[in-house]
Every structure is written in structure tokens, then in C-alpha cells.
């Protein structure tokens, strides 16, 4: 058995703005809630390594982990694995760009395994990490379309400075 997640949200806002905040991996401890550090440690061409930390959960502990990501503006694919998988035997994430007429679907795959020892089995991270995504795709969505209007209301000719 394995897990496996499949998340979307619509986001209207330019293709290009979108892709460029939500892969600017530095900047996710403010782009999300639940990271309270992000640091890249190695880049190779597109593929960033990168150390995630977040901020302590319900019972206070700190999760740490390394990723290694790999974005494609060509395709608008970012496929990203675990290299410190911590619990999981492995987890493996896909994120999907899509235009269309109401904005850019982004959407997040996400195929794991849990460790035997991990505290919760793959249904229990399934049903986790469903209900968190949500939220960070929520908040995610409200910060990128804030960053939008920012810019409309920045461009010249705007009326009333938007």
C-alpha cells in the first residue's frame, strides 16, 4: 500500500508570477504557514537541494528534511523528491501549471510510503496531508493574487494608480 494525494486550486493571476513565487524556495517560509525555514544547499542547472523546517507542531516538534526540486518552465512541471526522508520510505511530488480562462490551475501530486516505525501509517498521511494543502493552497492562492493586484495597480496607465 501507498499514498498518494492529488490536490488543485485555480489562482488568478499571470502565469509567470505564479511560477516565479511558488519556486523561489528561499521565499516559502512566507509564502506558506507551516515552514519557518528554508535554505538552499546545492543547486545543479534548474534543480535546487534545499532544507525545509518547520514551525513546531501541536506537540511542539520540529520537522526537518532535505529536498532536491526540479522545475521546468518549459512544461510548467516541477517534480521533487525527499533525500532525508525522515518517516517516509519515500515521497515523491509533482506540481502541475496550467492556464485556463479563470486563472492558472496549480496542482500537487504527492506518492509516498510510510516507514513502519513512522508515528502514522499511509492513510493516516494521506488524510494529513490532504486537509493541510488545502490550507497552504488557500493561502497560497490569497498571497500570489495580492501580488497580482499589487502589480496591475503598479502599471502605468492604470486608472486610479491600478
Known amino acids: 500500500m501507498a499514498g498518494h494525494t492529488d490536490n488543485a486550486v485555480v489562482i ?13 524556495v528561499p521565499s516559502w517560509p512566507e509564502l506558506f504557514s507551516e515552514y519557518a525555514a528554508a535554505e538552499i544547499t546545492a543547486r545543479d542547472g534548474e534543480t535546487v537541494t534545499f532544507r525545509l523546517t518547520t514551525h513546531p507542531d501541536e506537540d511542539g516538534n520540529v520537522w526537518s528534511w532535505v529536498s532536491r526540486r526540479t522545475p521546468d518552465p518549459e ?4 517534480r ?3 533525500v532525508e526522508t525522515g518517516p517516509f520510505e519515500y ?9 485556463q480562462r479563470d486563472g492558472v ?5 504527492q ?4 516507514k513502519p516505525q513512522a508515528p502514522v ?7 494529513y ?8 493552497m488557500k493561502l497560497i492562492r490569497t498571497k500570489v493574487e495580492a501580488a497580482a493586484r499589487a502589480l496591475a495597480g503598479a502599471e502605468p496607465g492604470a486608472p486610479n494608480g491600478r
Open 12 to 24: 488568478d493571476a499571470p502565469m509567470d508570477l505564479l511560477w516565479s513565487m511558488t519556486n523561489d
Open 75 to 78: 512544461t510548467r512541471v516541477v
Open 80 to 82: 521533487a523528491q525527499r
Open 91 to 99: 515521497m515523491n511530488i509533482r506540481w502541475e501549471y496550467a492556464q
Open 105 to 109: 490551475r496549480m496542482r500537487w501530486i
Open 111 to 114: 506518492d509516498f510510503h510510510m
Open 121 to 127: 501509517d499511509d492513510a493516516g498521511m494521506t488524510a
Open 129 to 136: 496531508l490532504n486537509r493541510n494543502t488545502v490550507v497552504q
